[in-house]
Nanobody, 121 residues
Framework: QVQLVESGGGLVQAGGSLRLSCAAS????????MGWYRQAPGKQRELVAT???????NYADSVKGRSTISRDNGKKTVYLQMNSLKPEDTAVYYC???????????????WGQGTQVTVSS
């Protein structure tokens, strides 16, 4: 069984920083793309940033220049460093990973349970 467990959310003032972490566990053969998405109240879930196993990154325009995604392949963990946070960054942040488990010829998309980020003005 594969699990993604997020941590690092919380309440921060505008202009502050947070670092989110997401660790994958289970019988994992390989992980391709890992990423972060967010969902604000009343809005659809949207991409924040993704990173491939080779380190290629992609960012939403709304966070570009303020956020950095990184990963530790050995620890099966992805991070999101968010700086200069704004009230509009308030959302539940979800980790996503494209995972192939041992014995499978296909990879599957997994989601974490979400972590709340609240930015006060």
């Amino acid at each position: 069984q594969v699990q993604l467990v997020e941590s690092g959310g919380g309440l921060v003032q505008a202009g502050g920083s947070l670092r989110l972490s997401c660790a994958a566990s289970g019988s994992i053969s390989s992980i391709n793309v890992m990423g972060w998405y967010r969902q604000a109240p009343g809005k659809q879930r949207e991409l924040v940033a993704t990173i491939t196993s080779g380190g290629r990154t992609n960012y939403a325009d709304s966070v570009k220049g303020r956020s950095t995604i990184s990963r530790d392949n050995g620890k099966k963990t992805v991070y999101l460093q968010m700086n200069s946070l704004k009230p509009e960054d308030t959302a539940v942040y979800y980790c996503n990973a494209d995972i192939k488990w041992y014995g499978s010829s296909n990879s599957y998309s997994y989601w974490g349970q979400g972590t709340q980020v609240t930015v006060s003005s």
